[in-house]
């Protein structure tokens, strides 16, 4: 089974509700969850500390590069973060959720 949880953050509630919806649509995820956070980091020289959301994303192997690409395609960001995290350990039925809600054929 090879399930991941793809994390990236967006500037608004209203962004990461439109991206995860938008996934949804495809049937590239199986679920979306977002939280407000507080991220401080370095870009283009300058240190910045802005108020966001992080957005977390559960999809399959199959359907991760389709993703990637949606997700990239509908951010605002100028480089917006995307990490694909593996799932080592996932229970049977959740597995068969999310392997459901991506149009999977089969678990593993």
Not at 26 to 50: E, M, P, T, V
Not at 53 to 75: F, P, V
Request: with cysteine; charged share 25%.
């Amino acid at each position: 089974m090879e399930a991941y949880i793809i994390l990236t953050t967006t500037s608004s509630k209203k962004e990461a509700k439109s991206i995860a919806k938008a996934l949804l649509e495809h049937n590239l995820i199986a679920c979306a969850q977002w939280s407000k956070i507080k991220s401080l980091y370095r870009f283009k020289g300058q240190i910045h500390c802005d108020k966001e959301y992080l957005l977390r994303l559960k999809t399959t192997k199959s359907a991760l590069e389709k993703a990637r690409s949606m997700l990239l395609s509908l951010h605002s960001y100028e480089t917006p973060q995307f990490l694909a995290l593996a799932i080592d350990e996932i229970s049977h039925e959740y597995a068969a959720f999310i392997y459901a809600n991506t149009r999977q054929t089969h678990i593993v």
